[in-house]
């Protein structure tokens, strides 16, 4: 068919979908803030920031101020309305409310806002970390890269680019040295709560001029060249991809406005050498001057500009289907499943339902 | 940049804690959001210049009501518009404002429109010609074949504008919703090839209405103000004389007319002095806006031209201008025009924020969406079948007023595309040129207002019929929205001929729609001469109100007598001589061989015997024709296939059942002679309005006439056939001084009686034809013989 | 060396900033390319108070920046052009006129293009990073050429980034 016109363009699709609603409707995210933000475990930040005792840390969950602080080097997490330092040391937290927190996979501060949490951060992740556990847990890590980037986008459309790797056609070094047989032999993976893992495969890095091979550095328990995408609900994504280890936390500031805070992480034990090794194996991907990040961060804010408030519901596909594989839409077809739980919306039509659980509860 | 993630909360998060404000903010934010929809995703937008794609595979990017969308010409040069988001998941397809697609992008081919995200590609109609890994992720399911761009509505015109409009149905097309406000430019702006000179954008932190409204004042410099259907105005600085163009067709660098026309929403076309300045609106939130500013130029210019030119439009229009230079009035005229540009400009904008939300509800958009059929009008009304009519004139009311004299209880709807209560049409030609303002005389309202609640008839102006359906007994209006009937009169008159030559000249006009004689009314006011093309009742009627207001009048008719179609030769030659003591120069049997003009300005025309004779303006007489495209287009039958009036029963009742077609636009099939006229309407109405209810159809009574010029009365009853020799006239002096009449006989049997400044003569010789008495036209002229009852009874 | 060819050699230094500044502007990267030293080094920094770390968020050498500029037509990028305001804040020449740094103060704009939403973004100026250039060059023949530069960030927000060195 040729170009349609505007009633052909809003029919219903034959394949999955979701409606640009759930990316752009300002009482949707007022839910999510509600719904979603408020009751998950998030990593807020890395053990290696605040490593000294009485070293601070503060982010901001679910427009609320968080805190973290290491007292004789155990966390703990307060909720803290007048914090206005994103790190430092000497914080008094007299009176102020102490949050759940626990430090796990790989030195990640993880707190929640639920104040009675039914399930550990354990619980939560339940074995979406296990295929990196070894790789992350052996070694004291450090973070060495951290920025940020205000996206006007939704976050779920980052998470969504995180959680497919159908979009290697959009990154120049993934379309020329990915599309092999062991590439395509790469699965998705859903476990529960909405999380997505993805499996390895061979990158072949000599293909693309001005890489060494990163064979030799690799992270504890990983053979070489190996690759592993970590894609936590609602929006955490933790990436091990050789020699270098990675994470991108979102922080939404609106329905079409996310916050992206992205770190590289080392071994501590790492030498001068290795270091930089791992610094410039993440820069050349995933740095602000990297080659695929900036590409990621134009296709969102595409999108975002495409979703904005005020433009008109169109279907969102989320229709491939390839046995699971790489360029298979499971991931976010998964994903959403569980927002929509936690929601209590289709995502096909979240605003309909969201009107009708309204007028039910009156 | 480099802020703090953790501030106090309001910073970083974007969304305020404060409940209340937020609210606010939202609310405001949905107030803009539905003005995007109702207004801007409906008007036509000029969103660029041709110029601006010069070449197959040039692109340009912009957005209307948020929506985002690509202009790009194909490879057969033509221009489209399409939506710019990927099928896929969305992506903003193309992000640069302008380039050529000829060159391929990083994930795509040449000539190919490439999403960036995952390379599905589309060919510059928007087709999709391919989707990354198909087969392998869609199997069966899905294939390009679904995954073609939206396509948009586009036309390139109107000085070389690419216009788009997001509806699949707009109310009106391009060329009807411009209507005749860009005439007062058409004829510079078209006449030769223009090119985008200057651009650059403003963002204003103000709301788009405001910035308009504002940018009113301004116009009070230009005295002359017209007003056009759909909110689009045009204001001119009549006072001053523009400098001869020589062979330059658009305006010479050394210009100095100026002429503003605003297009509703906010689309500007300013011609003032030797450049052509086009400033287009896209609002960004309720209380920003960004204006873009274009600077246009023949393509032809030499360097010095363009060098004038460019500095006259920086020193008004460009983003270095010195402030105020477009200030106060040149004339010392008062700032007096703002209010009325407002109040015209305000009264749309309500018609279109109304006409979604308040009147139809949403469900005007719901039904375009889901292509229902729905009444939004007539629901509630009594019961009884749906009457639906097109044309609110003459016929129109006049059946909508028998209906409810025959007692019909069931809802009535007359749609109409004019502005603004329906008028008698008489008066326009007459009097009403005689006014002053722009206010309509409530006595020249068809109707007054009180007359449609009692009636229960609901009246629907600035609404065009687009379509019937007489399968599924259905009309469209506007925006797409359906109104079915279960009876339809189509009641949509005639239209007046043009010559092409006129065709975007300024200053040229044809009457017969008010707002016709609004604008020539106005033009009147700042001109001294006026030429007149067509001899007929319309011409000599304007002919003597404009020479009442003391204009040089000349009257151009290429017969060999005025009235040549529609008055005896006697009677013509009485008028002639009425005008002729009036001051009128009348040329008869010589034709225009050239409308002459200066920037587009009327000037004069040139006679076929090689006489030029200059004038402010012209208005052309010419006749009209049936405006049968609504009914020939669904199939209803009319006089020829390419149109002619539609051809009716005795019962009005047109080819389809259930659609009846009255007044100007109907023709008896026994009928030879079409009669334009108001009776005609009134009695073609009667008719229909009996049909419809089962009454006796009313007896067909002889057709009567009236004319004014000056202060002669012209009553006339039966038709002269002219042109037959077998008719011959008798004159009988009048009753009263000053009277006259010509009886026109084949035989010894009475035709037509044509009556000058004498009504009981009129009375007398109406009754005659009416009752088919025929009067001894051996004697008739005699002043003592009575027509009535003289045994003459007519074979 | 004679006060006469360090102050000379000082005017070299700042006159090769400023058409460095005006090369990157142009994305011309040859002419910047052929005003470095083949051992040159180029690296983005900044100091992140979050992790509190100096950190690297960009390094290469010549001949990798080379590849990485000749591959740039292949991805997809931001074409908003980036412009440059440099000041030479100080020159201090060495080793007998044989090498020399600087350190210039640089504020970097964004016009944007192909950003976001270009209709109506384009066209507006953006400030995108501030910084400063600490520079190593090495003298032959009393001609400077780019021994390293660091472009030190202030930034750790960098939104979109970009695909071109500073
Ligand atoms: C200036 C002037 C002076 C005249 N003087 C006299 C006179 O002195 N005596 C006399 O007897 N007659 C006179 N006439 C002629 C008389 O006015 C017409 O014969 C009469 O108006 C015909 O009425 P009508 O309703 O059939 O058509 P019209 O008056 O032409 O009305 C048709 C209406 O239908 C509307 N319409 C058409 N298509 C659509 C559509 N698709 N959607 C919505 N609306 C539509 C039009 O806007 C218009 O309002 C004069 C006419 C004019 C113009
Ligand atoms: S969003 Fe365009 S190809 Fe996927
Ligand atoms: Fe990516």
Same mark, same amino acid.
């Given at each position: 068919m040729a170009p349609r016109n505007h009633k052909n363009w809003l029919k219903t699709p034959k394949v999955e979908y979701i409606s640009s609603e759930c990316y752009n409707n300002y009482s949707i995210f007022e839910q999510e803030i509600e719904h979603i933000f408020s009751k998950v475990w998030v990593p807020m930040c890395h053990i290696s920031e605040m490593s000294n005792d009485g070293d601070f840390r503060s982010t901001q969950i679910a427009n609320k101020n968080v805190v973290a602080v290491n007292r004789g080097g155990d966390v703990h997490v307060f909720l803290c309305p007048s914090i206005d330092r994103p790190a430092g040391n000497g914080l008094s937290t007299d009176g102020l409310h102490e949050l759940h927190s626990e430090v796990k996979h790989g030195g990640m501060v993880w707190t929640t806002l639920d104040l009675n949490p039914s399930l550990s951060v354990e619980e939560w992740t339940c074995g979406a970390f296990d295929c990196i556990a070894d790789a992350i847990d052996t070694e004291e890590m450090e973070v060495f890269h951290y920025h940020k980037a205000v996206i006007d986008t939704n976050y779920k459309l980052w998470h969504d680019t995180n959680s497919e790797f159908y979009h290697d056609f959009m990154h120049y070094f993934n379309r020329v040295s990915g599309f092999n047989d062991e590439y395509f032999a790469r699965k998705n993976i859903p476990f529960d709560n909405g999380h997505v893992n993805v499996s390895s495969f061979t990158v072949n890095y000599e293909e693309y001029e001005g890489f060494e091979d990163r064979g030799e550095l690799s992270f504890p328990n990983l053979p070489p060249n190996q690759w592993y995408m970590v894609d936590l609900f609602p929006g955490y994504n933790f990436n091990l991809r050789g020699n270098a280890y990675r994470s991108d936390i979102v922080t939404p500031l609106g329905p079409n406005r996310v916050l992206i805070e992205f770190r590289g992480y080392g071994l501590k034990k790492d030498t001068a050498e290795e270091r930089a090794t791992r610094v410039k194996a993440h820069n050349s991907i995933w740095g602000p001057f990297g080659r695929n990040l900036h590409e990621d961060l134009i296709g969102v804010a595409g999108q975002g500009t495409t979703m904005r408030e005020g433009t008109e519901t169109r279907n969102i596909l989320h229709g491939r289907h390839e046995n699971s594989t790489i360029h298979d839409e499971v991931g976010m077809r998964h994903y959403y499943e569980a927002w929509g739980k936690f929601l209590g919306v289709n995502p096909m039509n979240p605003l309909a339902l969201l009107e009708d659980n309204v007028q039910a509860a009156e | 940049m480099g802020q703090i993630v953790t501030n106090d909360g309001q910073n970083v998060s974007?969304? @305020?804690?404060n409940d209340s404000l937020n609210d606010t903010l939202k609310r405001a934010n949905e107030a803009f959001i539905k003005e995007q929809q109702n207004i801007f995703k409906n008007v036509w937008v000029p969103v660029c210049h041709e110029s601006e794609l010069l070449n197959p595979y040039d692109f340009r990017t912009s957005s209307i009501g948020n929506d985002n969308i690509i202009i790009c010409r194909a490879p057969d040069g033509k221009v489209n518009a399409l939506l710019n988001v990927c099928p896929h998941r969305g992506m903003l397809i193309e992000r640069r404002p302008q380039g050529s697609f000829l060159e391929g992008q990083a994930s795509g081919n040449p000539k190919r429109i490439t999403c960036m995200f995952h390379a599905w590609q589309f060919d510059m109609r928007g087709n999709c010609v391919y989707v990354a890994r198909e087969k392998e992720g869609y199997q069966d399911r899905f294939c390009k074949d679904d995954a073609g761009l939206r396509r948009l509505r586009c036309s390139v015109g109107f000085g070389g504008f690419v216009w788009v409009n997001m509806s699949d149905q707009p109310v009106a097309l391009l060329e009807e919703w411009i209507g005749g406000a860009l005439s007062p430019i058409m004829r510079q702006i078209s006449s030769s090839p223009l090119e985008v000179v200057h651009y650059h954008k403003e963002i204003i932190q103000t709301g788009y209405k405001d910035e308009i409204l504002n940018g009113l004042e301004r116009n009070a410099g230009l005295a002359a103000n017209l007003f056009f259907p759909f909110g689009h105005f045009a204001s001119h600085n009549a006072d001053e004389k523009t400098v001869p163009n020589g062979e330059n067709k658009f305006p010479a660098p050394n210009a100095t007319k100026s002429v503003k026309v605003n297009l509703f929403p906010g689309y500007i076309f300013h011609l003032s002095g030797p450049t052509l300045h086009v400033s287009t609106i896209t609002p960004v939130s309720q209380n920003q806006v960004m204006v873009e500013n274009r600077g246009l130029a023949p393509t032809s210019d030499s360097e010095q031209e363009r060098l004038a030119r460019s500095k006259h439009y920086n020193s008004i229009f460009g983003p270095f201008r010195p402030l105020k230079s477009e200030g106060p009035t040149p004339n010392g005229k008062p700032e007096s025009n703002s209010p009325e540009l407002s109040k015209h400009y305000n009264e749309e904008w309500v018609r279109w924020m109304e006409k979604h939300y308040n009147e139809n509800g949403s469900l005007t958009n719901r039904v375009v969406a889901q292509g229902q059929k729905a %009444? @939004? %009008?007539? #629901?509630? #009304? !009594?019961? &009884?079948p749906k009457v639906v009519v097109v044309g609110a004139s003459h016929a129109g009311i006049a059946f909508a007023d028998k209906l409810r004299k025959n007692n019909f209880t069931g809802p009535i709807a007359i749609f109409d595309r004019q502005v603004g209560g329906p008028m008698e049409r008489p008066p326009l030609s007459k009097g009403f040129l005689l &006014? &002053?303002?722009?206010? $309509?005389?409530?006595?020249? =309202? =068809?109707?007054?207002?009180k007359w449609y609640k009692t009636n229960k008839v609901r009246l629907k102006t600035q609404s065009i019929v687009h379509s019937v359906d007489t399968k599924q007994k259905t009309i469209t209006v506007n925006n797409g929205v359906v109104v079915n009937y279960d009876k339809l009169v189509i009641a949509s008159g005639a239209k007046p001929r043009e =010559?092409?030559?006129? $065709?975007? $000249? !300024?200053n040229a006009f044809t009457l017969r729609q008010p707002s016709d004689a609004n604008a020539i009314r106005q033009a009147a006011n700042n001109a001294d001469s006026v030429v007149i093309i067509g001899g007929g009742y319309i011409g000599l009627e304007v002919a003597a109100s404009l020479r009442k207001k003391g204009m040089v009048v000349s009257v151009i008719e290429a017969a060999e007598r005025i009235l040549a179609r529609v008055a005896s030769k006697p009677l013509a030659e009485h008028f002639q001589k009425l005008h002729e003591k009036h001051g009128v120069n009348i040329f008869t049997g010589i034709g225009v061989d050239k409308i002459n003009h200066e920037d587009g300005i009327f000037a004069g025309v040139v006679l076929s015997d090689g006489n030029e004779i200059k004038a402010d303006m012209l208005i052309t007489g010419i006749g009209v024709f049936p405006d049968s495209k609504l009914a020939a287009d669904a199939g209803i039958e009319t006089q020829r296939e390419d149109g002619g009036a539609i051809l009716v029963d005795e019962a009005m009742q047109t080819s389809v059942k259930d659609v009846y077609a009255i007044g100007d636009v109907s023709i008896r099939r026994d009928q030879s002679l079409a009669v334009e006229s108001v009776h005609n309407a009134q009695e073609t109405a009667s008719i229909a309005a009996a049909a419809i209810t089962n009454n006796a159809l009313p007896a067909i009574q002889t057709p009567w006439f009236w004319s004014d010029q000056y202060d002669t009365k012209l009553q006339s009853v039966g038709i002269v056939p002219v042109g037959e020799s077998d008719i011959y006239q008798v004159a009988r002096p009048g009753k009263k001084e000053g009277g006259i009449s010509f009886w026109s006989y084949r035989d010894e049997n009475l035709i037509a009686v044509e009556v000058v400044n004498d009504p009981a003569t009129y009375m007398e010789a109406r009754q005659c034809l009416d009752t088919k008495q025929s009067p001894d036209p051996k004697q008739i002229s005699n002043r003592s013989y009575s027509p009535i009852d003289s045994g003459g009874a007519r074979s | 060396m004679t006060n006469a060819s360090a102050v000379e050699i000082e005017k070299k230094i700042e006159k090769i900033i400023y058409r460095t500044a005006l090369a990157l502007d142009d994305n011309d990267w040859k002419s910047w390319f052929d005003l470095c030293d083949d051992a040159f080094f180029y690296s983005i920094t900044s100091f992140s108070p979050e992790i509190n770390k100096k950190m690297t968020y960009f390094s290469g050498n010549k001949k990798e920046l080379v590849g990485l500029m000749d591959m740039l037509p292949k991805h997809n990028t931001d074409h908003s052009p980036l412009h440059r305001h440099t000041s030479v804040y100080t020159v201090e020449v060495a080793d007998e006129g044989q090498s020399a740094k600087a350190i210039s103060s640089v504020t970097i704009y964004q016009n944007m293009l192909?950003?976001?939403n270009s209709h109506l973004d384009s066209g507006e100026s953006r400030l995108f990073v501030i910084g400063k250039y600490f520079d190593e060059f090495k003298i032959e023949d009393g001609n400077p050429k780019f021994l390293s530069r660091e472009t030190k960030l202030d930034n750790r927000r960098l939104d979109k980034g970009s695909h071109w060195p500073l």
């Open positions: - | 974007g969304s @305020p804690k %009444n @939004p %009008n007539l #629901e509630s #009304e !009594a019961s &009884g &006014g &002053g303002g722009e206010i $309509v005389e409530s006595k020249s =309202l =068809l109707r007054q207002k =010559l092409p030559d006129t $065709v975007g $000249v !300024a | 192909d950003g976001i």
